[in-house]
């Protein structure tokens, strides 16, 4: 399973800004996919997940009501949306697979990993 995540770039603060994560290979077992960003100097933060089968989401505080997460099966890719980005949204951006009982706050839970795409946030 390879996961390949896009879409960022440098955006205005107050701007929108969408990535993708595309997964390659088995889907057969796939529970969850979360996002996890990197701010520099910053350990890695749980963003977002969704269930895989299910529609179930999860967002953490600092994003909830400005981002949306959101899957196309049909495409293999897992989607999130940012919108009113700040500052503070800045750093790496990755997708990750969950393969056990659904998706969870901990990096620990995810066994496949994307190699991160950077979001810059321009004030």
């Known amino acids: 399973v390879q996961l390949q995540a896009s879409g960022g770039g440098v955006v205005l603060a107050g701007a929108s800004l969408r990535l993708s994560c595309v997964i390659s290979?088995?889907?057969?077992?796939?529970?969850?996919l979360a996002w996890f960003r990197q701010a520099p100097g910053k350990d890695r933060e749980f963003v977002s997940a969704?269930?895989?089968?299910?529609?179930?989401?999860y967002y953490s505080d600092s994003v909830r009501g400005r981002f949306a997460i959101s899957k196309d099966r049909d495409k293999n890719t897992v989607y999130l949306q940012m919108n009113n980005v700040m500052p503070e949204d800045a750093g790496v951006y990755f997708c990750?697979?969950?393969w056990g009982a659904g998706p969870g706050w901990w990096q620990s839970e995810y066994a496949d990993w994307g190699q991160g795409t950077l979001v810059t946030v321009s004030s």
């Open positions: 990750a697979a969950n």
């Open positions: 290979g088995r889907t057969s077992g796939l529970a969850g």
């Open positions: 969704a269930t895989w089968s299910g529609s179930s989401t």
